[in-house]
């Protein structure tokens, strides 16, 4: 089964971080994303730009409106993302358990919605 994990982390606190810790960090991030390629378990993946660089989009009476950045302001934004193939809820949880930023953030599991063609 395909999950999604999310990952959110405080923006803020990775800008105050010292380079230092910083770079321990995106280390532990490199060692994750090659072990996780190597069970097997990784079907994709990449980390965001920070979240002032984002636009969201609606549509509303068929009128396009844009505004810059994420739509809610929260302590926490997504800054990136894995796609992963676990056995099921519990394999997915000790995957996203060893993505480093579990530890500073959080990381939001969620199932792939599987359609079958008809």
């Known amino acids: 089964m395909?999950?999604?994990?999310?990952?959110?982390?405080?923006?803020?606190?990775?800008?105050k971080m010292p380079k230092e810790e910083s770079?321990?960090?995106?280390?532990e991030y490199f060692a994750f994303t090659e072990g996780i390629k190597q069970s097997g378990k990784h079907l994709g993946g990449?980390?965001?730009?920070p979240s002032?660089?984002?636009t969201t989009v609606r549509v509303r009476n068929r009128k396009v409106t844009t505004t810059d950045g994420p739509f809610a302001e929260t302590k926490e934004?997504?800054?990136?993302?894995?796609?992963?193939?676990?056995n099921d809820?519990?394999?997915a949880i000790q995957v996203a358990a060893k993505i480093p930023s579990a530890r500073y953030g959080s990381?939001?599991?969620r199932p792939i919605m599987e359609f079958t063609s008809m």
């Open 2 to 15: 395909r999950y999604l994990c999310l990952i959110y982390d405080n923006e803020q606190a990775w800008e």
């Open 52 to 54: 002032p660089t984002a």
């Open 46 to 49: 990449q980390a965001l730009q």
């Open 107 to 109: 990381v939001e599991i």
């Open 77 to 86: 934004q997504l800054g990136g993302y894995y796609l992963i193939n676990a």
């Open 23 to 27: 770079d321990a960090v995106f280390g």
């Open 89 to 91: 809820l519990n394999d």
